[in-house]
């Protein structure tokens, strides 16, 4: 990962920092000039701890300035991984090997594995998406009155949001809920305030008739300033560039199969007419090949490709594709978010009949149906293929 994406991913764990280091797109000197001292100690606290190879990059281009001599002598050892402590005081050693006198450092920060609120009770975090496609948002602000307000939010961005519900807590309330969030571990990451309220908002959009919670309808129109806000997704793919080719393609529809992402069912009403469909086509009694009975199932399977993922359904698997892009970015894997962001290519850009992707899910969900009709097809003397589905 390159200095510049691990910045990007630093800025999503560090939004107190945020404004200043994404500006900087990735300069280091840029960096280190609109950060104060403290907040670049805790970046390369953070980078040590998180990124070691770009954190070494950055630290080799603060050590030439005073201000980034004093941020690199800053940063305390306590919490960091042992690697990373040997990198540290490698660092040191070249300061020192050039008379840079190592002596008292200015108050150290701690490694941060999710930010703690600034003195104006800002934060935000979400939960990656699970199997059904729900995902769980909070977010922080301080209360008039005093303490904070603690946002929580269940969202579909198929059905809208789901529940809404709004708190008052101390700040030793806020203290404990974070110490909750951080033992959750990779469950949940940090992002901007305004992130959190437009991927709400955004669900909210797309609700249909599904009522909407009464706090929600209470709060919305005082979120409405977020919707412009960037998505987590719409940040790993203004990193990463361009989605992947054909290999990308296809490990994305290996990651379907395999569980990896989704499996995100569809309703049962849109799923019924589907099930029944290729029950019946199934039941034939006509008696054809095992060539002709995969040409059968795959033509009838871009027609329900057409039907489960047309409109909106589209552009809702489009989404998910690109937030899971950005956890597996945030993780480190990089073919993995590459992959989401051709299928979220694909899902917006070919018709579904031709999306591998689109295929992979349909025959996830009706892998119960396929399978006796895959034995069929070897029995009539087809080769074994690992699918039914005849690939674009």
Not at 151 to 165: K, P
Not at 362 to 374: G, I, Q, S, T
């Amino acid at each position: 990962m390159s200095l510049a994406e691990a910045l990007e991913v630093a800025a999503g764990a560090l939004p107190a920092h945020a404004d200043a280091i994404r500006p900087a797109n990735g300069d280091p000197a840029r960096l280190l000039a609109a950060l104060d001292a403290r907040a670049a100690t805790e970046l390369l606290a953070w980078l040590l701890a998180r990124r070691p190879d770009a954190a070494e990059e950055l630290a080799l281009a603060w050590s030439e300035p005073a201000p980034g001599q004093t941020v690199l002598l800053a940063v305390e050892e306590t919490g960091l991984p042992k690697e990373a402590k040997k990198l540290l005081r490698r660092l040191r050693h070249r300061l020192r090997s050039r008379g840079v006198a190592v002596e008292e450092v200015t108050p150290a920060a701690t490694v941060a594995h999710l930010p703690e609120l600034d003195d104006a009770l800002r934060g935000a975090f979400v939960t990656r998406l699970d199997p059904m496609g729900v995902r769980q948002l909070w977010w922080l602000e301080g209360h008039p009155s005093g303490g904070a307000r603690l946002f929580e939010a269940v969202i579909d961005d198929a059905r809208g949001v789901l529940q809404f519900e709004v708190y008052s807590a101390s700040r030793g309330d806020v203290r404990r809920f974070l110490r909750g969030l951080a033992a959750r571990g990779s469950a949940a990451f940090a992002v901007e305030p305004a992130t959190a309220q437009a991927l709400a908002l955004r669900a909210a959009a797309h609700a249909g008739d599904r009522p909407l919670p009464k706090r929600w309808i209470e709060w919305r129109a005082r979120l409405a300033a977020a919707a412009e806000a960037s998505l987590p997704g719409d940040l790993v793919a203004e990193a990463l560039g361009a989605a992947g080719g054909r290999e990308s393609l296809e490990l994305a529809a290996k990651l379907v199969s395999e569980g990896g992402v989704g499996p995100w069912p569809p309703p049962r009403e849109v799923m019924a007419p589907v099930v029944e469909r290729l029950r019946t086509a199934l039941a034939s009694p006509l008696v054809v090949s095992g060539a002709t009975k995969r040409e059968q199932l795959a033509r009838q399977l871009g027609e329900a490709a057409g039907e489960v993922f047309a409109g909106e359904a589209g552009a809702v698997a489009a989404h998910r594709f690109r937030e899971s892009a950005y956890v597996l970015w945030l993780g480190g894997d990089e073919p993995g978010a590459r992959a989401c962001l051709a299928a979220a290519e694909a899902f917006t850009g070919r018709p579904p009949a031709e999306n591998p992707v689109a295929r992979a899910f349909l025959e996830l969900w009706l892998r119960p149906l396929l399978a006796p009709a895959a034995g069929d097809a070897a029995a009539a003397g087809a080769a074994p293929e690992p699918s039914l589905l005849v690939r674009p």
